[in-house]
């Protein structure tokens, strides 16, 4: 992770924060000591959301798969 100090960092805000989205994290460091670490917020998405498959199946085909795995379940 880069360190950059407090005076850095305001100069080159736009680029810190593409900094810190590529490499996860950037660290600024005021004249104190006191340091602080600029990272990118987790973008929430849902479990679903999941990407589709392409396959050429028709309902009638599916509707009956999940029948026969009902059947060899009983």
């Given at each position: 992770m880069k360190e950059y100090t407090f005076?850095?960092?305001r100069q080159r805000l736009a680029s810190l924060l593409e900094l810190a989205?590529?490499?996860g994290a950037v660290r600024i460091r005021?004249?104190?000591?006191?340091?602080?670490?600029?990272?990118?917020e987790k973008q929430g998405?849902?479990?679903?959301?999941?990407p589709s498959?392409?396959?050429n199946i028709k309902r009638d085909e599916?509707?009956?798969?999940?029948?026969?795995?009902?059947?060899?379940?009983e």
């Open positions: 005076s850095e960092a989205k590529r490499d005021k004249r104190d000591g006191q340091k602080y670490v600029l990272q990118p998405k849902s479990p679903l959301d999941v498959l392409k396959i599916v509707v009956e798969i999940i029948r026969s795995s009902r059947r060899s379940v």
